[in-house]
């Protein structure tokens, strides 16, 4: 099977829509259409029904998502083996959302240098369809997400219970009330902020990525919620105080890895020492 063809139908999975596929890969959407008709008389089965509102998956379009997902992974795993460095039996290629890199994807880093220093790392850090895109295509074995889809063939593991905690900046006067900074943590968090009837300032400045909201409160002053990894440093020097009182909320982190990946050995080694550096 054609590389070509496997990742253009993956990307019409993805993206529902043959369009939308022709602009992500960056070709004609006459170029999808004749890799996916060429797919089809290939395997004999139809794999997609197209429609106005885009193009779904018919029963063997399903059956074959799994076969072209391994196909890509087992492609992308071969290309990155034959670069393996001198000097080192293996590699994995792991990737974080962007407000786990301090201290998790860090702490991961050093621990991996410490004690498993034969094998090479490749380190992402980006959005989460990003990563998700590069774990679905094989550049990435692990992605550590907040809210991972749920994805055919792909194993999600709970790696971290992380909190949310209100912190704020020491207010210079008794009667100074730090200004709230509103971080987007997602829909989860929001319905969970509003069911606790949580009374805030109306959101004067609202984030969508929690290190930007926290160097804004350190540097301009203000409250807000933050992961308590994240906080911890500045509430030992004295920078943040937690709000006395103000509700906590979860806020898990998950492994997501090809359920095909678990017989590398470096998988494994990987995982544990997420485990390790977040207990």
């Known amino acids: ?31 999808v259409s004749a890799r996916i008709r060429t797919l089809e008389d290939e395997l004999g089965r139809k794999l997609f029904i197209r429609n106005r509102n885009g193009a779904v998956l018919t029963s063997a379009g399903r059956e074959f998502e799994r076969f072209a997902q391994s196909f890509l992974q087992v492609w992308e795993r071969a290309r990155q083996q034959l670069k393996i460095p001198a000097g080192k039996t293996g590699i994995i290629a792991l990737g974080g959302e962007l407000s786990l890199w301090n201290p998790v994807l860090l702490d991961w880093l050093l621990w991996m240098k410490q004690n498993r220093p034969e094998i090479a790392i490749r380190a992402n850090v980006g959005l989460p369809d990003q990563l998700i895109e590069q774990l679905r295509t094989g550049v990435l074995d692990i992605a550590v997400l907040y809210a991972p889809p ?34 987007d943590w997602g829909p989860q968090f929001a319905a ?55 509700p906590r909320f979860t806020y898990p982190a998950y492994a997501i890895y090809a359920e095909a990946g678990t017989a590398r050995a470096e998988l494994p080694i990987a995982l544990d020492g997420l485990k390790q550096v977040v207990r």
């Open 150 to 183: 749920m994805l055919t063939g792909f194993t999600v593991e709970l790696i971290e219970e992380e909190e949310l905690v209100l912190v704020r900046t020491v207010p210079k006067a008794a009667s100074e009330e730090p200004h709230y900074v509103h971080v």
């Open 192 to 246: 969970s902020q509003a069911s606790a009837t949580l009374s805030t300032d109306p959101h004067g400045l609202l984030v969508g990525l929690g290190p930007l909201g926290l160097s804004y409160i350190l540097r301009a002053g203000g409250s807000g919620y933050f992961r308590k990894g994240a906080v911890k440093p500045h509430l030992e020097t004295g920078e943040l105080e937690l709000v006395a009182g103000a």
């Open 1 to 31: 099977m054609d590389i070509d063809r496997a990742r253009t139908f993956l990307e019409i999975v993805h993206t529902g829509s043959f369009l939308k596929a022709s602009e992500r890969l960056h070709v004609t959407q006459t170029t």
